[in-house]
Structure formats: structure tokens, C-alpha cells
């Protein structure tokens, strides 16, 4: 009775404003406003519980002490260790000695001298911090100070030390790291590098998330010998249903290094511009189609194709290419019907203007989707598109197309044999506008094309099913006719002039883009092997055309494809095109791929040839090896390499190997990377390039860092002759 009146007299002594503390011990006593309590001492506070040997709280000074083993926990993230803890109820101020503290969500443990918490703001002696075992941690920082914010995760370390074991490795006098995943602002990890051309490079985000719907992201690099610049990317998420981001930089070369590399620009600038909306037309419009809208922007600009290799110390992650494609789709869909309108501009980055580049602004279309007639034997559908192709300089023309497929089909021989017949009804309109640089007398007068072609089908299927796998085996044929015609104006002049490929290049041919229909059978077999689970083992196809010209009848290449799944993992993919003319494949495609749970590999070979005579300009052949394996020796190491050559040019394009070390608490990871980049000189991409040696370094010291965005890479370019 006595015990339970104790206790219940220090509830009320602890008691301020809407602050309760409990108090719970195996026995209490009582002298000069001292109350001590021994034994399996609990102590509950708000959402903090903290248990001790023993407790002693002073009336008069408010202080509640802990003594001996003491373990604190807040909410289930928490956990804070020590022999020695006062907390004052009425200030609100919290003291342990010595301090350990682990947030169990992120497995981050700090230890301390002492710490000091008033509210949520916690202030730190020297001590140190790692995210490894505490017993043997591979890695810590050991820092002069420390404060740490409960509610924001927050944690800031001062004139800190990064130890790798016993070994100092890197002194800042300042990091900060939030200790869990929410968006905030800050720096994020740097980038370090070493380049025998470059000098030394240095990259340091700053990532700004002052509202939960957007966030920018800038990132200024220094590149010792060759210059300075600065990209960004701004990400918005303006509704539900929508969002988008731009980005853009900015680089400016040194005097020296633009002289030496004979660059066609010193600087170097672009920005990309993404969005998508999934219901455009209801929040734009107010309104409540039941349809379905949408709107999808991908725009680019950018002066030359460096912007791209100098967005990041990466060059194996940028893709380059020597066209730039912006576009700008938007749509309404119903279940009959289809409108869209789709813009397309491309930039040459070979060129120095885009003056007399055709683009598309816009194409509108028009689709109506598949009917049906005759109780499912006739069907028909209706599909128009008109686009404005345009250009600065010279022609340009409005260019319509109609197409209405009309399809019959039925069934025989107990529906063992399906039959269709299609009809195509087909037209362009052609109208031009500009003048021509060099002028031309009736080659571009308007003009329109309208015809049909027909197709008659006839196929079978059949399915035979075994104990261990099942084989199926499909035959097809068809027979392709043309039908009427008629032309007047563009399409007519040029009707022998543009359909003869020597003279695709032809500047009145661009807009020539109707192909001249013959009469083609086509036969087509294909069989699929899958195991008692429905797992394809293999598949094999066989299709054959023969061409019947004016001329005569002129066999068409016989292709022959093949994926085969020689055992659990392994699997081989052939595509080859030959030519009966030529007495030699067009094209052959070969990839070898092997995948397990510990290793995968792939080997692809691409062979291409165009049979056209090298003196006209063309490069006749293409012979491309690329490859590619990953092992996981076990849980911790992981190796790759990676190998791409162009064999008709005899130039490797990319070779790479490397390793991963991971462990809980860090990754370390080793590359060693050969690369050829494009670079825009004063005699064009196409014929330049730069070949450049890497070491790339990647550390990251989990769960502060990632081994992907958040890690720090430090790359090193190694001069040709190494």
C-alpha cells in the first residue's frame, strides 16, 4: 500500500502541462524531496521508454536520473544506450553519458562522450558514426561535433575523418546526411576525376525539394584543363495525372583546349524539355469527356553533340547520335474512333544549320477502328493522316494519305483451313509551296496517287500434344495483286524517275514516298516446341517471297529465324536474310545468351550487306560484335566486362571490366573502361572522335550513400600508350 502511494505521489510531481511520466520500480523510498528507486526501473514518457538499475529524481530541481545499463527507445526507430541519463521534464532537456544511439530503420549507429537532447534537436560530442557492425566496423567517421534532428533524420558531422579500419582516408570540416528516404534539401554526393586531357574534373549536386510537387537539382563541374560549366534539371509534378522536367546546361571551353581539338563551337549549350498529361483535354478544358486524352513532349535542342558527352564523367552512360529528334504527341481516344496530332523536328548535328531539314509540323490523323459486317466475315476500318512537311529553304509540301482495308474471311475443311481476301484502298495528295534553290520546270506541280492492292490469304495450324512437350505448326500463303490506279501532276512526272533506287537521293524523290506494288506470293512456316509447363524450347519460322515483275518473276531473299532454348539458360538466336541473286546473306543476325542466378553471359554478332558499289558513296558492308557477362562469385563480389567493335571499320567502339565488392555497410567497385566518343570538329561529327582510357572507382558507404545516383565515383583517363 505504502509502495503503490509512492509511486502515485511521484506521478503527480512529475506531472507539467500535458507532459505524464510513469514510473515503474521493484521499490522506492523517500527522503528530503529525493525519490530513489532500484531494481528493473522502467521509465514512460510520451513515446520514450527507458529502463535502468536504478533511478533517483530530485522534486525540487525537476532532474530524473538513470543509472547503470540503460537502454532508451523512441517510437520503433530509436534505440539510445548509456550508464548515465538525466532528463528534465519541465525544460524538456535529456543528458547521457556515455552515448549511443542506433536508428534502427537505416541500421546507422552514432557513439559519443556525451549527448545532449532538448526536444528534438540533439547535440553530439566528438564520437563517431558508421552503419557496420559496431564490434569491427570496416568503415567510420569519427567527427569533433554532431547535431541530429529526430524529426527530420537529419544528422550533421564537424571536422570529420573517414576511416577505412584504422586507415584515414578523407578530412571535411562538414557533411551532412539524412538518415532516412525523405526528399529535403542538400548536397548530394560528388563526382572526382582525373583526366590526361581533361585535368582534374570535379562535379558537386545541389539538390533543392522545398515543396513536395517539384524539386531542381544543379550541378556545376569543373574540368581543370579544358573548362567550366553548369547543368540542371527542374522535375514537377503538376497533378495527378501529370508531369514533366527540363533539363539544360551550359560548358565553355578554354582558349587552349578548343585550339587543340580544332572544335567547331568554344561552347557548348542544350536542354531537353519532357512532359506527359494523361488527361489533357479535362483538366485543359474543364470538361468530361469519357474519352481518353493525352499528351506527351519530348523536346531537344541542343548546338553540338559535346553538350551530351559533358553531362556527365560517364561517357559509356550518354548516347550519342548525330541526329536530334523533338516531339510533340496528342491524342483523344474513344472505343470507335482515334484523332491525333503528332509534331516532329529533327536536328542534324553534322550540319551547322537545319535549314533544309524536312521536319513534320504537324501531322494530324484520324482513325476509325475495326467494324464488323455480315455476322463477323467482313471487316473494315478507316485511317487518314495529312502532314505539313516543312523546311526553311526550298520545297515543302502537304502530304494526305488515305487508307480503308476492307477484309473477308471465312473458314473450311471443317475450320482446319482459314481463308481471307483484303482490299486496300490507298491515296496521297500531294501540295506544294517555297521556291527551289536550283529552279526545275513541271517536276513539282500538285499532285495525287489513287489506287488498291489486294491480298489473297489462305493459312493452318496444327497442334500436336506429347507426354513431355508440345508441337505446333502453323503453313501460310499469300498471294499480293495490284489493282486500278490513277495519277495526275507531282505523281505522274516522276513516276519512272523516283521508283528507280539509283535515284533515291534525288532531291525531287523525298516526297516521292509511294512504292510501286507488285505482284508477290509469299509462303511463311513457322512450328514452336514448349514443355509440359508451357515454356518455349523453341521457335523456328521460314518465309520465302516470289516477285512477279514486268521483267519476269524474280525470287525475293528467304529468311530463316530461330530462337532455340538449348537448355535452362542457355539459348541461341538466329535472323538471316539470303539472297538467291547475290548468291549471299543480306543480313545475319547470331546472339549467343546463357543466364543463371549467378552468371550471365551474351555474345551477338550483326552482319549487313547492301550489295551497293562502294565507289557511289555508300558503305556497302556492316559487321558489329558486341558482348557482354556478369558473374556473382558469391554474395559480396561480383565481376563484369563488356566488349562492342565495329569489324568493317576495325575500331573498337567500347570494351570494359570491372568488379563490384558489396557488403552491408559499404560497396567498393573497380572499372577500367576504353571508349570512342563522337566530338563536332570543323569537318563534321561523322569523321571525328575522340579514344579515351578510364579507371572509375566507385565508393559508397551504405546506407549513407547508394551504390548507384547517391555513390561517389572518382574517374581517371589513362593516356593512349599505358
Known sequence: ?????????????????????????????????????????????????????SALYDRNSGDLEL????????????????????????????????????????????????????????????????????NDPLWTMEFGSSDYNSDTKWLNLYNTVVYIYDIPVMYTPYVGFSLDKTRRTGLLTPALGISSKEGFYFEQPIYIAEQNWWDLELRPQMRTNRGNGVYSTFRFKDSATSGGELTGG?????????????????????????????????????????????????????????????????????ATATQVLSRANMFYNTDENYIGTYLKYYQDLTKQNNDNTLQKLPTLQYHNYLNSLLEGHLFYNLDMQSSNIYRDINKKVVQTNLNVPVTLQTSALDEQLNLSYNTTLYA??????????????????????????NKLSASTELTKAYEEYTHVV????????????????????????CSDIINQSDPRCEFYTVSQMDNVL???????????????????KLSQAFFYEVYGTKTG????????????????????????????????????????????????????????????????????????????????????????????????????????????????????????????????????????????????????????????????????SF
Open 250 to 318: 551550359y560548358f565553355k571551353e578554354n582558349d587552349s583546349y578548343f585550339i587543340e581539338h580544332e572544335l567547331a563551337n568554344k561552347s557548348h549549350s542544350g536542354f531537353n524539355f519532357k512532359y506527359e498529361n494523361g488527361d489533357v483535354l479535362n483538366q485543359w478544358l474543364n470538361q468530361n469527356f469519357e474519352g481518353q486524352s493525352g499528351l506527351f513532349m519530348d523536346i531537344r535542342s541542343m548546338n553540338d553533340v559535346d553538350y551530351i558527352n559533358l553531362s556527365t564523367n560517364d561517357p559509356i552512360k550518354n
Open 1 to 53: 500500500m505504502l509502495r503503490l502511494l509512492s509511486l502515485f505521489i511521484l506521478l503527480l510531481s512529475l506531472l507539467y502541462a500535458d507532459d505524464t511520466v510513469e514510473i515503474f520500480a521493484t521499490s522506492m523510498d523517500s527522503k528530503d524531496n529525493i525519490v530513489n528507486a532500484y531494481g528493473d526501473v522502467v521509465v514512460v514518457y510520451k513515446n520514450y521508454h527507458l529502463s535502468a538499475k
Open 522 to 540: 509469299k509462303f511463311d512456316f513457322s512450328q514452336y516446341v514448349y514443355d509440359s509447363l508451357g515454356k518455349q524450347i523453341l521457335y523456328h
Open 557 to 720: 531473299e528467304l529468311e530463316n529465324e530461330l530462337d532455340y532454348l538449348i537448355v535452362d539458360g542457355l539459348s541461341y538466336y538466329n535472323d538471316s536474310f539470303f539472297n538467291y541473286k547475290e548468291q549471299s546473306f543480306s543480313k545475319l543476325m547470331n546472339q549467343l545468351s546463357y543466364g543463371v542466378s549467378d552468371m550471365t553471359f551474351s555474345l551477338a554478332h550483326l552482319y549487313k550487306d547492301t550489295f551497293l558499289d562502294a565507289s557511289t558513296g555508300y558503305t556497302p558492308y556492316s559487321s558489329y560484335l558486341t558482348s557482354s557477362a556478369k558473374y556473382s562469385y558469391n554474395t559480396h563480389f561480383s565481376y563484369h566486362v563488356d566488349y562492342a567493335y565495329d569489324l568493317e571499320r576495325s575500331i573498337k567502339k567500347k570494351s570494359e571490366i570491372g568488379m563490384m565488392y558489396k557488403k552491408r555497410c559499404w560497396d567498393f567497385g573497380l572499372r577500367y573502361v576504353e571508349n570512342n566518343r563522337p566530338v563536332l570538329s570543323k569537318i563534321g561529327v561523322a569523321d571525328n572522335s575522340i579514344f579515351e582510357r578510364y579507371i572509375f572507382f566507385t565508393v559508397a558507404l551504405t546506407p549513407i550513400m547508394s551504390s548507384g545516383r547517391g555513390s561517389s565515383e572518382f574517374a581517371m583517363t589513362l593516356p593512349k
Open 474 to 497: 502453323s503453313f501460310g500463303s499469300n498471294y499480293s495483286f495490284a489493282g486500278g490506279e490513277k495519277r495526275e501532276g507531282f505523281y505522274d512526272y516522276n513516276k519512272e524517275f
Open 67 to 134: 543509472y547503470d545499463n540503460i537502454r532508451a527507445t523512441q517510437g520503433n526507430e530509436l534505440q539510445l544506450l548509456g550508464n548515465y541519463a538525466k532528463l528534465n521534464i519541465k525544460n524538456k532537456e535529456k543528458t547521457f553519458k556515455p552515448f549511443f544511439m542506433l536508428e534502427k530503420k537505416s541500421e546507422v549507429w552514432l557513439s559519443a562522450d556525451e549527448g545532449f537532447m532538448r526536444d528534438q534537436q540533439m547535440n553530439i560530442n566528438s564520437g563517431s558514426v558508421s552503419g557496420c557492425n559496431p
Open 428 to 453: 496521297q495528295h500531294s501540295t506544294f509551296s517555297g521556291a527551289e534553290e536550283i529552279p526545275t520546270d513541271t517536276q513539282y506541280q500538285n499532285g495525287y496517287i489513287a489506287k488498291n492492292y
